[in-house]
């Protein structure tokens, strides 16, 4: 039922229960000319025999809705699909309103003198039918384009959220004092033997800010930008713990148009940085590569011994902004020996 209840939108239950009756009753009187005071008069057998053709119409007409929701479910489809459902809609609402009044016919096509399947009466119930199905139509898609449209601007704001909040969480972890001291470290200790190192060095740390403010409008990059600076960080990181890290990205040329958001690779290697152990006994290995329409981001596993467990905020986020643009979740794969996230590569 909840299912159901997405492909039409929003919970049609009480809509059906409140607007079948009354067109049951309305029917009778604006299509085929009954009459409380007059003949044809309208009496409970009009009323319980456009209910009785009302009711299979309508289910009817809305298994062919969610049929077509679920054949077409892409916004770009909405013209095919709409086109396509209409016109089903209609054909199963002529055929079945002639079927089940051609069964019906002593109740429903019955003239006032006893003649059976009188012209104008057919024509005049088909009118009936067709309008209802119209005004199905309207009433469905109307409600159905508004929960979508506020459906629309709450994935906005939610990712305008997590776009911030990626984008702060990487800026905070690059000012907050002990990046900058163990840069600034790393930056007096190779000063006097290897300048030229020292000024590469400056310029991929500046290359890092530069691009963290360079994204905060971007809802996705492309895969090329990413890696980009996510080398930058790495020869940062490199610079500071020697051969004790190795990091090897390893992505073929083919993949770097596809898109990828802002900051995820970064975040994704600060963690393998933040709960892993980084020492000459135990060197820390981070590769990133491409595999089966995934970039995936493995280190081996060498867990710090922490007091504080991790959030998993940083996953979390990556999670929340990936939902906006791709049907594949983000995975993480823990074994005894490594961790390795894998995130869908957007196509551009």
């Known amino acids: 039922m909840r299912q159901t209840n997405c492909k039409i939108g929003f919970n049609d239950g009480p809509l059906i229960l409140f607007t079948i009756p009354v067109l049951s009753f309305i ?104 309008f209802c199905t119209i005004m199905i139509i309207a009433i469905y898609e109307s409600i159905y384009f508004m929960n979508e449209l506020k459906k629309s601007v709450e994935e906005k704001e939610t990712l305008k959220r997590e776009s911030l909040k990626a984008q702060l969480d990487a800026l905070k972890t690059q000012v907050n004092p002990h990046f900058l001291f163990n840069n600034l470290n790393t930056l007096t200790a190779i000063i006097p033997d290897t300048p030229d190192q020292a000024i590469e060095f400056v310029q991929q740390m500046s290359k890092v800010y530069r691009h963290i403010l360079e994204v905060q409008d971007e809802k996705t990059i492309p895969l090329k930008d990413e890696l980009d600076v996510l080398r930058a960080y790495g020869f940062l990181l490199k610079t500071r713990f020697g051969d004790n890290l190795d990091i090897e990205i390893d992505v073929p040329e083919e993949k770097m148009q596809q898109r990828i958001v802002p900051l995820s690779l970064q975040l994704l290697m600060e963690n393998a940085i933040k709960h892993n152990i980084v020492s000459s006994a135990k060197p820390l290995k981070i590769k990133v590569f491409a595999e089966n329409g995934q970039l995936l981001v493995s280190n081996n596993l060498q867990i710090k011994n922490q007091q504080i467990e991790s959030t998993g905020i940083g996953l979390d986020n990556i999670r929340n902004r990936y939902k906006l643009f791709s049907n594949d979740e983000v995975k993480v794969t823990e074994s005894g020996e490594s961790f390795t996230v894998s995130i869908p590569l957007i196509p551009s």
């Not at 209910?51 to 892409?74: C, E, N, V």
């Not at 079945?96 to 005049?124: E, P, R, S």
């Open 27 to 130: 029917v009778p009187i604006v299509f085929l000319g009954c009459r409380f005071d007059s003949q044809p008069y309208f009496g409970w057998d009009k009323f319980l025999t456009c209910l009785a053709i009302t009711i299979p119409l309508w289910a009817g007409d809305r298994f062919i809705m969610i049929w077509s929701r679920t054949k077409y479910p892409l916004f770009k489809d909405v013209r095919k699909r709409l086109t396509h459902q209409s016109v089903s809609m209609l054909l199963f609402t002529i055929i079945g309103n002639n079927l089940i009044g051609w069964i019906m016919d002593d109740f429903v096509f019955t003239d006032n003198y006893g003649g059976h399947f009188k012209t104008d009466t057919l024509i005049k119930s088909n009118s009936a039918a067709i």
